[in-house]
């Protein structure tokens, strides 16, 4: 997608576009000097420029989410250990960060379009699709991944279901601000689906 380039923005194609058609009457056809063929053109460059600004701005939600996941869990270990042990405070911040992301990129990849989640499931992932969604299937997964990485006094302090429901509602903010689409004259994407590439997708091989 021309949203992925590094340094560039998908709007920023449709700029010469604009600027070419502003300019052109005096080199266009007979055929095609005509006023109101000329206003749909600009008004549907117009349109796919707005779409695809639209597109931009998702791509830079997606990786907000992305960056702050580590930040959602490490808040929400600080809320729910009973011990206080740096290290191992640490341990299930990365932990939660990992819980995390499969949470919202398993959420994330149910609701984008057939033709889209047909073509994510051609590519590799970089997350564990979560069959069970729920705070109590997270509170699970975590107290098992810990059970002996961390302190015995620190596991038996820790809130485990707490912690699971502070991450499933850091999950549904994160859902919330990826929902609907974005429809262009000629083609429409989820939000869902700009957060997947961007966010769930292993990065491409050489």
């Not at 449709?14 to 600009?42: C, F, H, I, Q, W």
């Not at 903010?173 to 083609?187: F, K, M, N, T, Y």
Request: proline share 4%; with cysteine; aromatic share 6%.
């Amino acid at each position: 997608m021309p949203w992925m380039q590094p340094g560039k923005t998908a709007a920023s194609q449709t700029d010469d576009l604009t600027r070419s058609l502003a300019k052109a009457p005096d080199g266009l056809t007979e055929e095609s000097r005509r006023l109101p063929d000329l206003v749909a053109v600009m008004q549907r460059a117009q349109a796919t420029k707005a779409a695809l600004q639209e597109v931009d701005a998702a791509a830079v939600v997606a990786e907000n989410i992305g960056a702050g996941m580590a930040s959602d869990a490490a808040l929400g270990v600080s809320r729910n250990a009973g011990v206080r042990n740096s290290a191992d405070e640490q341990k299930v911040a990365v932990l939660g960060e990992e819980v995390l992301k499969d949470l919202v990129c398993s959420v994330a990849t149910d609701v984008v379009a057939p033709e889209e989640k047909s073509e994510i499931d051609q590519n590799a992932t970089a997350f564990t699709y979560m069959l069970d969604k729920s705070a109590e299937a997270i509170r699970r997964t975590l107290f098992a991944k810990s059970a002996f990485s961390v302190g015995a006094a620190f596991y038996r302090g820790f809130q485990w279901g707490s912690y699971g429901a502070d991450l499933a509602k850091d999950a549904n903010r994160h859902l919330a601000s990826i929902g609907g689409q974005v429809r262009s004259p000629d083609w429409q994407i989820t939000r869902a689906y700009v957060f997947v590439v961007k966010t769930c997708m292993a990065p491409p091989t050489r």
